[in-house]
């Protein structure tokens, strides 16, 4: 049997929803599909924490009452009958919008709610035709102070109160998607296209997703580990700064967390925010999963959540060019400051804060509600070697150093040390990648290494399916292109890999310089998307930060192609890295002779443009889960950049 918290002893637990637990886990000890949920809402209403039991048979949500006597229980009988009918509704309701879980349109398991007074004894109830449905909800659905005797008793005793007309036993398949609809905190959903194997291969000509409706490309559902879980438990109210390497989950905790504290704090506002437009668009694909969307969970970029406030507060907002926000941002923190700003959000939740600039930061601090106590969660997540913005210098990040009335995260920080994204060998080789990396900057007088929290890799899990440095023999875009549509054929010929789970991840979609002869500009994405149309192969452009005309990244169909910038904290089973010979030309640090003569005479820009480019690197190859191609169109002398992605790679 599972427990969801497993440490549930941090929790604050009644102690009749401990004994309950106990006598359930005695009971279904032997029994690996039976599943425990300590003190949820999965109904998202004002008095709606239940325990929830899921077995085979159905779901089985239990409400303890352990503050009513008997002499508040009458009362608090009729008001139970109204709040279970609607808690049932809601929870029916949500279950319906998951077609795996329907049966001619109905939910197809046994859902119940109870309601348990451990205080009381059973009343005795008048009978008349006008009392009629309240009796038939007290004798069918509430039970006193010997329900867990019963329960001891008559060992089938809550199967028993499931098996009604329902036919459809739950399985270790479909318990996933159960959970996910009931306490989404405890699972990470994805798009069942992004996951179907039996896709159609180029060769046909028919686009990839072509046969399935929108109503097929439902969430499926996975299970977070017990480590997860844990950590997600591990959040106390107040300050909390998350500190972990890319492809540790840290995004997936941070919503889970946001998740669970909505569904017990209904009646409070809860803002989460990021930098990458591609990242919050698919972190609000999940919370609309979830049904927070129309609640009490709200999901912007930072940029977006300045312009939304602004406007809310019936406040001019900056007239905004070439993308500079600058002050826009201003105006939000100078209106805060002098109270034009009312919004304010019991829970404030920033994922890669590392992409902000302190004033960001600031801002959103000042949104939250009971700043000056405990009672708030103010949840900060990050990665300090994925930025790829120049707000961290010197080892200083976004959330260090502002003062009194800020956060001082000593002792209220931990961090992540498993890798659940990137297999074994990707995670070795970004390993090797970044630790070359490190040696290099010391040879060159870059300092890099003054934080231990930079380039963090936890331990990776599993095995992989592939890993590749691709040599482009023509130096041009044309051949070019031509690699990386091959690499996108093998791996999902032979991998069986739908097209929208490889993603081509660029430095340069273009750039207007001659390298090879005949060939003006280097426009390697251009070419791609030519082949690609050609070879009846479907594509989209994800988002970036100056394009308003690509998809987001919830919506992807074919093959995603996306910056390297714009793909920060999103992952793709295969990733083909390209558009790499660009990298280091504008600020000459691909040139050897010019990072050693940094050693000698130091130049902070070089030195700046060497850590943002390393980076940057180091972000998109942990982008890939199974399989990562390297595509380069340069030797190894003529780049530095090209030269450690070879010796990194020659390491494994």
Request: charged content about 30%.
């Amino acid at each position: 049997m599972r427990v969801f918290p497993e440490k549930y002893e941090e929790l604050d637990i009644d102690k009749y929803d401990k004994q309950l637990m106990a006598t359930v886990k005695k009971i279904y000890r032997d029994d690996e599909l039976a599943t425990f949920m300590l003190c949820c809402n999965p109904s998202k209403t004002k008095d709606g924490i239940v325990d929830i039991l899921i077995t085979e048979t159905g779901v089985l949500c239990i409400k303890m009452l352990s503050s009513v006597s008997d002499a508040d229980l009458m009362p608090k009988l009729f008001e139970r009958q109204l709040q279970q009918k609607k808690e049932l509704e809601i929870i029916i309701d949500r279950m319906k919008l998951h077609k795996a879980l329907l049966a001619s349109g109905e939910v197809k398991y046994a859902v119940k709610i109870i309601s348990v007074f451990p205080l009381c004894k059973q009343p005795t109830l008048i009978e008349n035709a006008a009392m009629k449905e309240f009796n038939d909800f007290v004798e069918r659905d509430c039970y006193f102070s010997d329900f867990l005797s019963q329960v001891i008793k008559e060992r089938n005793f809550v199967d028993r109160m499931l098996a009604y007309a329902k036919k459809f036993k739950i399985t270790e398949e479909s318990l996933p998607d159960v959970v996910n609809r009931l306490t989404p905190e405890y699972t990470i959903p994805q798009k069942k296209a992004a996951l179907d194997v039996k896709m159609t291969t180029h060769k046909t000509g028919k686009l990839i997703d072509a046969d399935i409706s929108n109503a097929d490309r439902a969430a499926l559902a996975y299970l977070l580990d017990d480590s997860q879980i844990n950590y997600i438990n591990k959040i106390k109210k107040g300050d909390q700064l998350i500190i972990a390497c890319a492809g540790s989950g840290k995004s997936v905790i941070l919503l889970s967390k946001c998740f669970k504290v909505a569904s017990l704090n209904p009646d409070k506002k809860f803002l989460v925010t990021g930098y990458n437009r591609n990242l919050v668009s698919y972190f609000r694909w999940l919370i609309d999963s979830a049904g927070f969307s129309s609640k009490n969970v709200e999901c912007l970029t930072f940029h977006k959540l300045a312009i939304t406030l602004l406007k809310r507060n019936k406040l001019q907002v900056p007239i905004i060019s070439n993308n500079d926000y600058t002050e826009v941002v201003e105006k939000l923190l100078t209106s805060i400051m002098a109270g034009k700003i009312s919004d304010r959000y019991y829970g404030v939740f920033i994922d890669e804060v590392q992409m902000f600039e302190p004033e960001w930061y600031r801002a959103c601090y000042q949104l939250l509600e009971n700043r000056d106590s405990e009672e708030h969660f103010f949840v900060i997540c990050g990665d300090k070697s994925q930025s790829v913005k120049r707000s961290i210098k010197s080892g200083k990040a976004p959330w260090q150093g502002h003062g009194d009335g800020y956060p001082n995260f000593r002792g209220k920080s931990f961090p992540i040390e498993v890798n659940y994204r990137n297999s074994i060998q990707i995670n070795n080789y970004i390993r090797n990648f970044t630790d070359y990396a490190l040696r290099y900057a010391e040879i060159f007088n870059i300092q890099m290494n003054q934080d231990s929290d930079i380039f963090l890799r936890g331990k990776a899990v599993r095995e992989g399916l592939d890993l590749r440095l691709v040599d482009v023999k023509q130096k041009t875009s044309e051949a070019e292109a031509v690699q990386v549509l091959n690499q996108i054929i093998d791996i999902h010929d032979n991998y069986k890999i739908p097209y929208d789970s490889i993603a081509v991840i660029y430095y340069n979609r273009e750039f207007k310089w001659m390298k090879s002869p005949g060939e003006l500009h280097y426009t390697p994405i251009e070419r791609l998307r030519n082949f690609l149309k050609e070879a009846n192969i479907p594509d989209c452009m994800l988002v970036n930060t100056q394009d308003d005309f690509a998809v987001s990244y919830s919506n992807i169909s074919g093959v995603p192609i996306v910056s390297m910038e714009s793909s920060l904290g999103l992952d793709f089973r295969a990733v083909v890295l390209c558009g790499l010979r660009p990298l280091g030309h504008h600020d000459k640090t691909k040139d050897m002779k010019v990072l050693m003569a940094n050693k000698k005479n130091p130049n902070q820009e070089i030195a700046d443009a060497f850590c943002k480019n390393i980076n940057i690197i180091y972000m998109a190859c942990a982008r890939a889960k199974d399989v990562l191609r390297i595509v380069l169109n340069e030797d190894k002398e003529d780049s530095f950049y090209a030269m450690l992605l070879t010796k990194a790679f020659e390491e494994e």
